[in-house]
């Protein structure tokens, strides 16, 4: 698989294990950049509580559109998903 990043200078190289942040109650945070690499279909958390959590339901080049449990829906910017956290994956 080709490198989409090859063209750019060094970096722009960062590992995914740069890109993971300790936020609220030890949740994983979003950078700007860790958020380009969500999938729809995660589910995520609003500041680190599971009372608010929140499904992945698009992703484009600007935002992530979450739909939340209450049943609202908002897109956030890329870079100002810092208050989002990654649900913990059950293995």
């Known amino acids: 698989m080709l490198d989409p990043f090859a063209h750019r200078p060094p970096s722009y190289h960062k590992p995914e294990q740069e ?46 559109t979450i739909r939340w449990d209450n049943g609202l829906t908002n897109s956030i910017c890329h870079n100002d998903m810092v208050n989002v956290s990654l649900v913990p994956v059950k293995s």
């Open 19 to 64: 890109l993971i942040h300790r936020g609220y109650h030890g949740a994983i945070t979003m950078s700007g950049d860790r958020s380009r690499l969500l999938k729809v279909g995660e589910y995520v958390y609003w500041e680190g509580r599971k009372a608010d959590r929140g499904k992945v339901v698009e992703i484009d080049w600007s935002a992530v």
